[in-house]
């Protein structure tokens, strides 16, 4: 069974910096789109980053400039760097491993906390 695990969350002050990682246990040649997705209280979950198979990246429009997307297939881990965050980044942060060709390939971790407050 596909495993995908999210670590790295925790509480932070306004301004810093967390780097959240994501191993997923399944074959990399199937999946095309890695994201980072966020949910807060009473919000919708809505893509924060997204790297395709290929490299493309792309971000929410709140979170270009402070959060970055990259990945290490050989270690079948995802990362999301986040810099200058802000309370309104605090959420539930999910890590996602999809084909978006074949919708039944589409996985997803548990999530893990992020928040920001002084």
């Known amino acids: 069974q596909v495993q995908v695990v999210e670590s790295g969350g925790g509480l932070v002050q306004p301004g810093g910096s967390l780097r959240l990682s994501c191993v997923y246990s399944?074959?990399?040649?199937?999946?095309?789109?890695m994201g980072w997705y966020r949910q807060a209280p009473g919000k919708q979950r809505e893509l924060v980053a997204r790297?395709?198979?290929?490299?493309?990246?792309n971000y929410a429009d709140s979170v270009k400039g402070r959060f970055t997307i990259s990945r290490d297939n050989s270690k079948r881990t995802l990362y999301l760097q986040m810099n200058s965050l802000k309370p309104e980044d605090t959420a539930v942060y999910y890590c996602?491993?999809?084909?978006?060709?074949?919708?039944?390939?589409?996985?997803w971790g548990q999530g893990t906390q992020v928040t920001v407050s002084s």
């Open positions: 996602n491993y999809a084909n978006d060709v074949y919708g039944s390939l589409n996985y």
């Open positions: 790297i395709r198979s290929g490299g493309n990246t």
């Open positions: 399944g074959t990399l040649s199937i999946i095309n789109s």
